[in-house]
């Protein structure tokens, strides 16, 4: 076997590894990978064959109770060889010490996770915008409320991380900070006059095997309506491709993305290993952030 040598992936690999990602459809969103490797500097590899890299993994840690499993590519004329399974042993050696473990799935790859001791847990449906619905003027829907809309800079972070905390499996601090903050992405928020949160979600632009497109996540709402009213304002402003990973379980999110005009494409199987009890209902969860970081 040539020599293989795994390293934690530096700045200069970032493109490389969203090509790659690219070549097998995640359609990886601009900026994303820098967000996964700053959420956890020990997190991503390169494995490396001589001088060429032939795949990659991220095993981020957010913490001592979770870390998530994503990016794991090997280059299709090196596979076969080992190089793959030298990665996974890396990511799961980094994440030993985490209570729970989570990834998502290719259908096809379950039954190799589940040798490894992960269990299937539900399924994440990825819904593509295929025609746009007549969009109804939500600003009446926002001042029966007392809602109004906050973007850019004028994000209150503080307000955003305890509305997330409560919805998602373990606090994310750090990541939401860097996810909202990035400048390829666009964020709106729902606030109302008690300066509390009711919603949030963001667009960025993605990469896809032909052209670019949109990947719309988080989505987080307090209902249906709420819901409706960030993703038709973020649809108002970006037209082409629009891309949303949810979960199955909230079948309101299911209801709303079809009216919409969103399709489903293609699906995959969340799963987890270890203590994984403080896992909280998505009810609220209308869109993942991502599926390589969870």
Not at 162 to 181: C, G, N, V
Not at 256 to 279: A, D, E, N, P, W
Request: with cysteine; hydrophobic share 40%.
């Amino acid at each position: 076997m040539p020599n293989l040598e795994i390293r934690l992936a530096q700045p200069s690999d970032i493109p490389t590894i969203i090509d790659w990602a690219k070549n097998e459809d995640f359609a990886p969103g601009s900026g994303d990978v820098q967000i996964y490797r700053n959420t956890d500097k020990q997190g991503i590899w390169v494995a490396w064959v001589d001088s060429l890299a032939v795949g990659c993994i991220a095993g981020i840690k957010y913490n001592h109770i979770y870390g998530f499993i994503g990016l794991y590519i090997v280059k299709p004329e090196y596979r076969r060889n080992g190089y793959g399974h030298k990665l996974w042993e890396k990511a799961l050696a980094h994440l030993n010490n985490v209570q729970c473990i989570g990834l998502e799935a290719a259908p096809h790859l379950v039954d190799s996770y589940s040798e490894w001791g992960f269990k299937a847990s539900s399924q994440t449906i990825r819904w593509q915008l295929f025609k746009i619905d007549e969009i109804n003027h939500t600003e009446q829907l926002l001042n029966n409320h007392n809602f109004h809309v906050v973007t850019g800079n004028q994000i209150p972070l503080e307000v955003i991380n305890k509305y997330d905390a409560m919805r998602e499996s373990t606090a994310r601090p750090h990541f939401l900070s860097q996810w909202l903050k990035h400048q390829s992405g666009r964020v709106m928020t729902l606030i109302d006059n008690n300066n509390l949160c009711h919603g949030f979600a963001r667009i960025r632009p993605c990469f896809l095997t032909v052209g670019e497109g949109w990947r719309i996540g988080p989505i987080l709402a307090d209902s249906q309506q709420l819901a409706k009213i960030l993703i038709t304002n973020l649809l108002s402003q970006h037209q082409g491709i629009v891309l949303i990973d949810s979960p199955q379980n909230n079948t309101k999110a299911q209801a709303l993305l079809f009216s919409l005009g969103f399709r489903q494409v293609s699906f995959t199987i969340r799963m987890y290993k270890g203590l994984c009890h403080h896992v909280v209902s998505t009810k609220d969860v209308y869109g993942l952030a991502c599926l390589e970081l969870g």
